[in-house]
């Protein structure tokens, strides 16, 4: 069975501070999908990236990073000199193609950016 | 862009009663889904529709149930409401399970008294 787990429930940092943003999936499968998705407080999950089990590459887009490693089953989110717009609950989500590809969300991490 | 639509924002009601709620997505997406969210629980699966008048369990049906008359409509039914199931309501389509991800509806916070 999948699973995925976000151990940083609350993460409070001041603006222009590095933060990351830790998470470890369970998964039997070859073949996996990742995901990360913020919360802002006017509700909406919004898409931030998508991950194939196959490529390890780690991503940059602006100021967000992120670092795949299948050798300790983890996916890890860095914002780079953090913005309070940056605050937000972040969710990290793994769907593997035996359970039918759907998704499983991890618990969460809030996200408070101080200026 | 892919927009999924829940008709409400906030919602009270008492306990007991029969609520609906609604949510609209304007891709011709097959999947739609059903989550809430609850505090230190993250998202969890109420129910999902492959298609049209399908639908399966997830990981918390009791208690719901769901209907998909239309390919675009997917609505959760709560028959007799609960204060436990005061939370926030997520609703979400997808093109292809899990390859591309969900687009979410902005959600329906939902206060059972």
């Known amino acids: 069975a999948q699973k995925v787990t976000q151990a940083q429930t609350e993460i409070s940092v001041v603006e222009k501070e590095d933060v990351t943003l830790d998470c470890v999936y369970e998964?039997?499968?070859?073949?996996?999908?990742l995901f990360w998705y913020k919360q802002p407080p006017s509700g909406e999950l919004v898409f931030l990236i998508r991950r194939n089990s196959f490529d390890e590459q780690n991503e940059i887009s602006g100021r967000y990073s992120w670092n795949f490693q299948k050798s300790t089953s983890s996916f890890n989110f860095t914002i780079t000199a953090s913005q309070v717009v940056d605050s937000a609950v972040y969710f990290c989500a793994l769907s593997e193609e035996s359970s039918g590809s759907r998704l499983t969300f991890g618990e969460g991490t809030q996200l408070t950016v101080n200026p | 862009d892919v927009k999924v639509t829940q008709s409400s924002r906030y919602l009270v009601k008492r306990t007991g009663e029969k609520v609906f709620l609604e949510c609209v997505q304007d891709?011709?997406?097959?999947?739609m889904f059903w989550y809430r969210q609850d505090p230190g629980l993250g998202l969890r699966l109420i129910y999902f529709s492959y298609d049209v008048k399908m639908k399966e369990k997830g990981d918390i049906p009791e208690g719901y149930s769901v209907s998909r008359e239309k390919k675009e409509r997917f609505s959760l039914i709560l028959e007799s409401a609960s204060t436990n199931q005061t939370s926030m309501y997520l609703c979400?389509?997808?093109?292809?399970?899990?390859?591309?991800?969900?687009?979410f509806g902005s959600g329906t916070r939902l206060t059972v008294v």
């Open positions: 979400a389509s997808s093109l292809l399970l899990g390859v591309y991800g969900y687009t």
């Open positions: 998964t039997r499968d070859t073949t996996y999908y």
């Open positions: 891709m011709d997406h097959e999947n």
